[in-house]
């Protein structure tokens, strides 16, 4: 039996063209395929197998950073090491040398507006990535499409190569002939000393530690030697004039200094005997007031009564409640006098009826007073009071008539 002849490898590529023309022919007719056909610059277009999740409403942000060594489109972009986007385009910016990276965040990501953008890398010869971290206080609004982050807000990592150039350079400025003799006397300085070295490393674990602690303080204190800064910065004048101001009196203080200096030396010499005496009547003051103890006790028990007193004796014998019961111009009194039984009463208070009339005696010369039984007397001299004898019960006084006492 014979057997057909294959077709040709030219003959097979035709008509592969021809299926694949006629597929974009009927996708072009049913709409399945867009009339402008995808861009496709190079596998770096192509997403990273196990990438962030742009879900369906992503939104893109641009990030200025210095550099961006190593980092590649499709890189992945990070919130907390959590993958929420990725790197779509790095271009240089316009007017500056620094890079503008194109970031494609998941759109159910919400950070603030004024979040910054770090360059890391995963591990030490790991990829690159963009971490974006939120601020600690957040100022208000969201990253939406089209923000910006500048290039005050973002910052990278320390690369690998940087570490390995710098320990280059030391020790090619130390001179690695000569590790042996650092090692050496090392060992010379630190050999049988070892407790004293563990201790002072504990000491600094301590200090490291407080100081660690006490941040906050810290900070604050820094910030507000900064504000001074400010402020003696904005008052240079004031604290120039002040300066000069100083000049004259510490030039005198200058020349007074050895009066200063006797003066200090006799305020020493005071002092001394101030001591002196107070050790001598140490005891006689603590008698004293000890003494002086329930004096101001008792007048500590007095409290407010000792003020109020002293308001009422200022007013003695008419206090103020006496003054409320005057009435008008004059003060009404009453006074009821009662005498002891047996006591007599020189003149008597019973009416006496009229004496007969007498001559008159002749007129006193002047400057002459008459007394009592017409004889004179030299001026000035008082009269004399009628006397009151007590205790002779020759004549008692007479009832009242209102029944009260006897008067």
């Known amino acids: ?169 030391l020790l090619n400025g130390g001179g690695v002939n000569q590790l042996k003799t650092i090692t050496r006397e090392l060992n010379a300085a630190l050999g049988g000393r070892e407790p004293e070295v563990r201790s002072m490393l504990k000491r600094v674990n301590t200090l490291v530690t407080t100081l660690d602690a006490h941040r906050g303080d810290i900070t604050r204190a820094l910030d507000g030697v900064n504000r001074l800064s400010a402020t003696l910065a904005g008052r240079k004048k004031d604290v120039d004039t002040v300066l000069t101001g100083l000049s004259p009196g510490l030039k005198t203080l200058e020349n007074q200094r050895g009066s200063l200096l006797t003066m200090l030396r006799a305020l020493d010499t005071l002092s001394g005997v101030a001591v002196t005496t107070i050790d001598a009547s140490k005891k006689d003051m603590v008698a004293d007031l000890k003494a002086l103890a329930p004096t101001l006790k008792a007048l500590a028990d007095a409290g407010s009564d000792l003020p109020a007193s002293l308001q009422v004796l200022l007013t003695y014998p008419f206090t103020d409640e006496v003054m409320r019961g005057v009435k008008g111009d004059y003060l009404n009194t009453y006074l009821h006098l009662s005498a002891a039984p047996g006591t007599e009463v020189i003149p008597p208070l019973i009416p006496q009826p009229e004496p007969t009339a007498s001559p008159s005696p002749p007129a006193p010369a002047p400057g002459e007073r008459r007394g009592t039984g017409g004889t004179a007397q030299s001026p000035g001299t008082a009269l004399p009071l009628p006397p009151v004898r007590t205790g002779i019960p020759t004549q008692s006084a007479t009832p009242p008539k209102d029944g009260g006492e006897n008067r």
């Open 1 to 169: 039996m014979r057997r057909g002849t294959p077709p040709s490898a030219k003959a097979a590529a035709t008509g592969a063209a021809g299926l694949v023309a006629l597929g974009v022919g009927l996708a072009l007719l049913l709409g399945a395929v867009p009339a402008n056909p995808f861009r496709f610059d190079g596998i770096e277009d192509l997403p990273l197998p196990g990438g962030a999740d742009l879900g369906a409403h992503p939104y893109t942000v641009t990030a200025e950073l210095d550099d961006v060594l190593s980092l590649a489109p499709q890189s992945a972009v990070k919130v907390n090491d959590v993958a929420v986007g990725r790197v779509t385009a790095i271009e240089l910016a316009t007017g500056t040398w620094s890079a503008r990276v194109t970031l494609t965040i998941n759109g159910d990501v919400r950070l603030p507006a004024d979040a910054s953008a770090r360059l890391e890398q995963s591990s030490l010869l790991g990829e690159k990535y963009i971490q974006l971290v939120a601020p600690r206080k957040d100022g208000g609004g969201r990253l939406a499409e089209g923000s910006v982050i500048p290039l005050a807000r973002t910052s990278r990592n320390t690369e690998v190569e940087e570490v390995f150039g710098a320990l280059s350079l």
